[in-house]
């Protein structure tokens, strides 16, 4: 019986792989890693797999086409792309999160993958295995590496027939950006400000920090961390400080984020003596962001965070923003749907931590 059961799959997988290999591809792309794709005219069915391609295939139109998703997308998860689109959680689970299984990929039938964090080799190992054409993306960001993201954009958009959406999206996204610039910078002020609680593979406390923090980079801020020494930043494992480092940096505003806030409000519980060295304790100038870095960076929450730590610290050239609506109209622009509703239930507004409700900065 179990004989006979390895030759039934044996012959399903062939026959998937003989169906994609048998396809006809009219056109080829270089993806990421330089590889040329042959890829068919019409790409009508896809899967993502590995870290945040899936996000990145949603900005750029192409969730209605998905036709299979790793296993962690069909859970319960804080994925903005998932409450915009939540069909994405019924659809075929094509295997573990970062990378799938070839076997289930086959069968969900697809006409491309979508393959980030990846090498050559592994791409190609992939394709060869399937018969399908595998298209490798970088991830790049939203501040220093936007470059990178964007050409991934445009890379998926050529490939989905998506071009339109994703140049519009583009515009959008440098729009809000110079506009968060300019609303700080005629506030005439660069404060110094300081963002812990940073998740990592899991909650971390307020020394975990972000010095390339792309929020207040936006608003040119004054982010007290953007001088640590890059041999110390990973955004693998994350970038840690000592306490002493950040009373010695004494920031006048510091931002938690919300993932890390119950490990923060400990911190603070079991320190009240030094907590007095910092500024912004003694103020009461500590404000919660939306959690950005779950499952890889979420460029839309980044960007809302910006636009909530400009209400924040120069309340005066942001008062005519309803944080509410901003966040809506930037989730609209990157997953297709106004979900700020969805996140406020799972995370709360952004407040300030010493308030039983929301600061008038942040309404």
């Known amino acids: 019986m179990k004989v006979l059961y390895c030759i039934l799959i044996l012959g399903c997988c062939c026959a998937c792989g ?3 290999k048998h396809k006809t591809f009219s056109r080829e792309m270089k993806d990421a890693l330089g590889r040329q794709v042959a890829l068919p005219d019409t790409v009508r069915n896809i899967v993502c ?115 339109q959406r994703v140049d519009s999206l583009i515009r959008y996204t440098d729009r809000q950006i110079g506009e968060l610039t300019r609303r700080a910078k005629t506030s005439g002020e660069v404060p110094r400000i300081y963002v812990g609680g940073i998740s990592y593979k899991g909650q971390k406390g307020i020394t975990s920090t972000d010095p390339y923090y792309a929020a207040f980079d936006f608003l040119k801020a004054g982010n007290v961390a953007a001088g640590i020494d890059s041999a110390y930043v990973s955004p693998i494992t994350g970038t840690y400080i000592d306490w002493e480092q950040l009373a010695d940096w ?43 870095n779950n499952h890889h960076t979420n460029f839309e929450v980044m960007l809302i965070n910006a636009w909530i730590a400009g209400k ?46 929301v600061p008038p900065a942040v309404q």
């Open 49 to 163: 797999i590995r870290a945040s391609a899936i996000r990145l295939v949603t900005y750029a139109g192409g969730a209605d086409l998905i036709c299979g998703v790793e296993e962690q997308e069909s859970r319960e998860q804080v994925f903005t792309h998932l409450f915009a689109h939540p069909g994405l959680r019924q659809k075929a689970v094509i295997g573990p999160s970062m990378g799938g299984d070839p076997e289930l990929i086959m069968a969900a039938a697809p006409d491309v993958i979508f393959m980030s964090t990846t090498t050559a080799g592994d791409a190609d190992a992939l394709q060869q295995r399937t018969g399908i054409p595998v298209f490798t993306i970088e991830y790049g960001d939203i501040g220093r590496n936007r470059q990178t993201f964007y050409s991934s954009l445009r890379s998926i958009g050529e490939v989905l027939g998506t071009r």
């Open 18 to 20: 003989g169906q994609g």
């Open 312 to 357: 924040v610290l120069f309340p005066g050239q942001f008062s005519d923003i309803d944080a509410d609506d901003k966040a809506n109209e930037i989730l609209a622009a990157f997953v297709g749907r106004p979900v700020a509703d969805s996140l406020v239930r799972k995370w709360g507004r952004c407040r300030n931590v010493f308030a039983g409700d």
């Open 250 to 292: 004494d920031p006048q505003v510091i931002f938690v984020d919300t993932d890390g806030l119950p490990l923060v409000m400990e911190e603070f519980k079991a320190r009240q003596g030094a907590n007095r060295l910092l500024t912004a304790y003694r103020e009461k100038r500590i404000y919660t962001l939306w959690p950005y």
